[in-house]
């Protein structure tokens, strides 16, 4: 390989310890893996990303006496890139679909280096230096690693350690804290021997901070020594997640925070209580804290619930046949995830189920109509609400029976007819209620696309980027709305193309692909 100019001072580095076949390393598979083309959560290529605003390039000491220099290279949003990829084959997931996110700046494909493979399994360091400050991304994504690395990356803005795996030792939180400019954190689905029991203090220099995820990073069970309640210092905080982290109810702290959306799942044996309401903040729309053994806690009526705009569900133990009454309190509901790991309709008896009740739940309201007004007056959370019951990354969630079409006696506006199968009444609800569901996709087309991509005949779209009322929303499944419109697309890039195509915001673009990256999607 040819080698850049040398330069004399090194802006940014992190050494890597790893005692592996190869660097990166996919957990569990050789570099020679070859990923089946169906879209899946294990079907991904993963990687190690860096990120600048300016040019440059990285040593890389691969610690076998190997060297090498690679130059960051410009993508299509400006900055300049260098990925690292676990397996030694150039596309992401399906051979057949889009390679990788990134584009160049010519629009065609940036392919991430390959793994560096080793003659031995052995404790190794790799070490890579910089040319120029890293002030960007610094994401392990799905990488294995021996010991947390040494980071001496004080510029970054983004930190994400995703699907990832540490074989030895704990996350030494003070080598993150020296990151003050950090905007974005996320440590979501990272397998690690220990959690943190504190709070870590240097965590609060960091001013600037605007997302925080920490699955399964804490656990704050001795709440009294934990001291968990000081992240209400950040008062620029725009996103929260502290799921799996033993919260044991609503705090006021929560309340302290811009924050509108709050995550604080945690296990079946330490449910939070919300049975005070009250404790959530005006301006708080999205309190998510239902996990596997939930109940539906029937008693959640009144205070404060007329605030949430978003619910979230994944439990396969809920019941389907008996649908909270707070449904009808929560006047400002506008999207009900129920697709989260493809748990909460995974049998057919459930997902039928589901649809009957949800159906004469609604029409059992004294308020409903076919308009965004109740017939009290007041907003119909019924009218134009979205059920996102499917992930293609988690594609267990079945689809309800029967055939999409009006029932008899159906009039668009006027009729609901006579439905007589569930995909009848989602029919009814999506088209005189302007409902939007989100489905598996019919049995049919899906075995004809997996066909054809194992032929190798046709590139998988397997996003709906989807446009109603002038917002974009992205699902993957078969998106029931006869009223929005429907962009099929393959990767990040492709969809912000469409949006500026169509002068839309892609901001829920980038925080789609944000929450598959830390294994939220």
Request: proline share 6%; with cysteine; net charge negative.
């Amino acid at each position: 390989m040819a080698f850049l100019a040398g330069y004399d001072t090194v802006a940014s580095y992190v050494t890597f310890i790893v005692n592996e076949d190869r660097f990166p390393c996919y957990d569990g598979k050789g570099a020679d893996y070859i990923p089946d083309p169906i879209i899946s959560a294990d079907a991904f290529n993963r990687s190690l990303r860096f990120s600048t605003r300016k040019p440059g390039f990285v040593d890389v000491d691969w610690g076998d006496g190997t060297k090498d220099q690679y130059p960051l290279v410009k993508v299509s949003d400006g900055s300049y890139r260098i990925v690292f990829r676990s397996l030694d084959i150039e596309y992401n997931k399906n051979p057949d679909d889009t390679v990788w996110w990134y584009k160049k700046e010519d629009g065609s494909q940036y392919i991430p280096i390959p793994p560096h493979k080793y003659s031995d399994i052995r404790r190794r360091e790799v070490t890579m230096r910089f040319s120029n400050v890293i002030d960007g991304e610094f994401n392990m994504d799905g990488i294995v690693l021996h010991e947390f690395p040494i980071t001496n990356l004080p510029d970054i803005t983004y930190f994400a350690v995703a699907r990832s795996v540490l074989k030895n030792g704990d996350i030494p939180y003070d080598r993150i804290s020296k990151s003050v400019n950090l905007r974005n954190i996320q440590m979501g689905a990272f397998s690690h021997s220990g959690v943190w029991s504190n709070w870590p203090e240097g965590f609060l220099n960091m001013k600037n901070l605007r997302y925080f995820g920490c699955n399964s990073v804490f656990n704050f069970g001795d709440d009294p020594d934990s001291n968990w309640r000081r992240f209400s210092e950040w008062k620029n905080l725009t996103d929260f997640n502290f799921n799996w982290c033993n919260i044991p109810s609503y705090d006021p702290a929560f309340n302290s925070i811009p924050a509108a959306g709050i995550n604080i799942i945690s296990d079946r044996n330490n449910i939070p209580v919300f049975d005070e309401v009250d404790k959530v903040g005006d301006d708080k729309e999205s309190v998510t804290f239902m996990a596997s053994g939930s109940s539906w806690k029937q008693d959640l009526v009144g205070g404060k619930l007329n605030k949430i705009q978003r619910a979230y569900c994944s439990s396969s133990t809920v019941p389907v046949d008996d649908l909270p009454d707070y449904l009808y309190e929560i006047r400002e509901f506008r999207v009900w995830n129920l697709r989260d790991g493809g748990r909460f309709i995974n049998t057919q008896e459930r997902a039928d189920t589901f649809v009957n009740t949800f159906y004469d739940k609604m029409m059992s309201w004294d308020y409903i109509t076919m308009s965004q007004t109740a017939s009290d007056g007041n907003r119909n959370q019924f009218y134009k609400l979205t059920l996102d019951l499917y992930a293609a990354v988690a594609p267990t969630n079945k689809r309800p029976s029967g055939v999409y079409q009006a029932p008899d006696g159906f009039v668009k506006g006027v009729s609901n007819g006579n439905p007589t199968t569930p995909m009848e009444k989602v029919y009814v609800l999506t088209n005189n209620y302007g409902q939007t569901w989100v489905l598996a996709p019919a049995p049919a087309s899906k075995a004809a696309l997996t066909r054809a991509s194992r032929a190798g005949k046709t590139r998988i779209a397997p996003f709906v980027l989807g446009v109603k009322d002038g917002h974009v929303s992205v699902f993957s499944g078969d998106v029931l709305d006869d009223n929005m419109s429907k962009y099929n697309f393959a990767d990040k890039y492709e969809a912000i193309d469409i949006c500026n195509d169509l002068g839309l915001d892609s901001s829920p673009i980038v925080e789609y692909f944000r929450r598959i990256e830390e294994g939220e999607v």
